[in-house]
């Protein structure tokens, strides 16, 4: 399974912006979509942006407009971003990035990876 690393998380208030980050190795596999999810305390995990591989990007309702998802494909690593602006409170949550992994060769499906999940918190 690919291991994604997370970072950029933090506590800011509210209108401000946070940039985050999630890095995967490509040594060994391949990296398709790319996506962020984030989950409030007590709510379920809901989708926030995706990435294809070539830069397609979509967005939910609610973040349309205030944040890009952007992808850095470089040589053996693949570097997916969420830079979130005008941040509201109702942004707080834990932000994961989630890869959809394939076979080097084959191109086969390995399943998703999930990212440990940063926290982006937003005061009023």
């Known amino acids: 399974q690919v291991q994604l690393v997370e970072s950029g998380g933090g506590l800011v208030q509210a209108g401000e912006s946070l940039r985050l980050s999630c890095s995967a190795s490509t040594r060994v596999f391949r990296i398709n979509d790319m996506v962020w999810y984030s989950q409030a305390p007590g709510k379920q995990r809901t989708l926030v942006a995706t990435?294809?591989?070539?830069?397609?990007?979509?967005?939910a309702d609610s973040v349309r407009g205030r944040f890009t998802i952007s992808r850095d494909n470089a040589k053996n690593t693949v570097t997916v971003h969420l830079q979130m602006n005008n941040l509201e409170p109702e942004d707080a949550a834990v932000y994961y990035c989630?890869?959809?992994?394939?076979?080097?060769?084959?191109?086969?499906?390995?399943?998703?990876?999930w990212g440990q999940g940063t926290q982006g918190a937003v005061s009023s």
């Open positions: 990435i294809t591989v070539d830069g397609q990007s979509t967005y």
């Open positions: 989630w890869a959809d992994a394939r076979s080097q060769t084959s191109g086969g499906s390995l399943g998703g990876s």
